[in-house]
């Protein structure tokens, strides 16, 4: 077993639980790794708007693979990379495109099933499996339902429909268990208590805090697309105050200073 793979699957274990600020580009990912981040997470949304493409399964392989790429080369902590469906619907394309992301020794990947059959995400996750194994190789797959995210059946059926999924990926060979958009702690605890694998959660706006969150059994917190979010909007407000005014001092008033950022990116 790689030792980032097992590395990442005991980050699962126990508390405090697994807190993970996503990263867009390999420039992210290593400021969070400077700030003592275990391990690094991308937001598929960030690394799609930051190679100029609009989120949902539009971005190209090659480009997705890419960003992976410069993350790892940046970072040596664990790296698990937002793949989406796998971008593509059939099993064993997915399968060979994420054997692309093991061979750049990734950890771990978030894969969803979105508006496809939950039987298409299981497939998936199972030929993911068979080709890692047979490779010699180990990673961890959570396997992401977007069950409350979508709102995909009606509200008194998003847990029992949720833990159906999860049982699901769970027999197909998932390692844990995404489930973005459930927020209030009496679904978070139904969900705990009736699957087997780790719950990951997405920190939303009036989620509770993280020790709350562990105490209720989530064991991995994931920031999304929040940071790049806020810094996109941050980015508007600089350029269009510059745009207007042609004033410099915004740029001082609470930047990182230049030294800081180089030295993230110099040699050890």
Do not use: C
Request: glycine residues 8%.
């Amino acid at each position: 077993m790689p030792d980032n793979v097992k590395t990442f699957r005991d980050l699962h274990k126990g508390t405090p639980l697994l807190r993970l600020p996503n990263a867009w580009d390999a420039g992210s990912a290593a400021l969070i790794a400077r700030l003592g981040a275990t391990a690094i997470a991308s937001s598929s949304a960030g690394v799609a708007w930051a190679l100029g493409y609009p989120d949902g399964r539009v971005l190209p392989i090659d480009e997705a693979i890419g960003a992976a790429a410069r993350i790892v080369r940046v970072v040596t902590v664990p790296v698990t990379v937002d793949i989406e469906n796998g971008y593509s619907d059939d099993p064993r394309t997915v399968a060979d495109n994420v054997m692309r992301l093991v061979e750049l020794r990734v950890a771990g990947i978030n894969i969803e099933d979105g508006p496809d059959k939950p039987t298409i995400l299981a497939a998936k996750i199972d030929a993911i499996r068979n080709v890692v194994s047979k490779a010699g190789s180990d990673l961890f797959i959570n396997a992401r339902t977007d069950v409350f995210l979508a709102s995909l059946v009606e509200k008194p059926r998003l847990v029992e429909e949720s833990v159906a999924r999860a049982n699901l990926y769970t027999r197909s060979g998932a390692d844990g268990i995404f489930l973005p958009g459930v927020s209030t702690p009496a679904d978070i605890k139904a969900v705990v208590a009736s699957i087997s694998l780790p719950l990951n959660v997405i920190a939303l706006p009036g989620l509770t805090d993280a020790e709350a969150l562990g105490k209720l059994g989530v064991r991995r917190l994931s920031a999304g697309s929040g940071i790049a979010q806020v810094l996109w909007a941050k980015v508007e407000e600089l350029a269009k105050d510059f745009l207007e005014t042609g004033r410099s001092d915004s740029f001082g008033e609470s930047s990182m200073p230049y030294r800081q950022i180089q030295s993230l990116f110099s040699k050890k």
